[in-house]
């Protein structure tokens, strides 16, 4: 009785929580309609504290950012949503305006055509659409070669040695792919909010300065030491940023 109790309030909250987050967002385009952005902005904010994830409400957040000229908080969100919808002409199109607006512009390192090959494939479907077709891949293998052992038919026999082959090969691919996706999920990125750092050779504030950059530039997280990230530049420099400099994407 207590189990019933406990999950029909859990689902109570849930759909409350739905029911706000939809009345916030209905708020805040109505403020975005008439020019108010910040009260957009607060509309939209009290959507995602009520644990509401959508690339919209993302993506409105950063065009009401980007109308109050707000750099750093507008790329934020904009890649955010991008996260959600990557194939998104709108959102890559408005991030583009938005980067513009920053003071620096990194040349990134250039990707090699191989490299750049691979990434594209990989972006056909995400990390768990790959596995999937690994799994598949593998059943309609064994498939196959269950009738490869009983049939008697020679065309058959052909016919299901190839498609077992087939399926190896698209097993290995996919899982290939799974697997490469879900390592490029891992690595964190993060936007500087901080209208101007330096960014050090060590972390600590003591050291050299390897470069000093502004709001709004994305960076690489590689590693934590307390309070500081080991970060990587898109030209691919290294270097050491206060944790509280920058938000993590």
Known sequence: MKKILFITALLATLFLQ???????????NAAYKKGDYQKAITAYEKALQ???IAPELFFNLGNAYYKLNRIAPSIYYYEK?????????????????????KLDQI???PENILLRYKNNVNKLFNYNTWAWIAVIAAILGFIAFVIFLYTKNTNTKRLTFVSMWLSMFLLI?????ADYGKSLEQIKYAVIFSPEIDLMTEPNLTSDVVVRLHEGTKIKIIKSDADWYLVQLPNGKKAWVPKTDIKIL
């Not at 739905?18 to 805040?28: D, I, L, T, V």
């Not at 949503?81 to 513009?100: C, G, H, S, T, V």
């Open 81 to 101: 949503a991008l996260k959600f919808k990557p194939d998104d002409e709108d959102i890559r199109y408005n991030l583009q305006l938005a980067n513009k607006m």
């Open 18 to 28: 739905a029911q706000n987050a939809a009345s916030f967002f209905k708020e805040g």
């Open 107 to 109: 040349d990134k390192v």
């Open 173 to 177: 691919f996919a899982w290939y792919n």
């Open 50 to 52: 009520t644990d509401s």
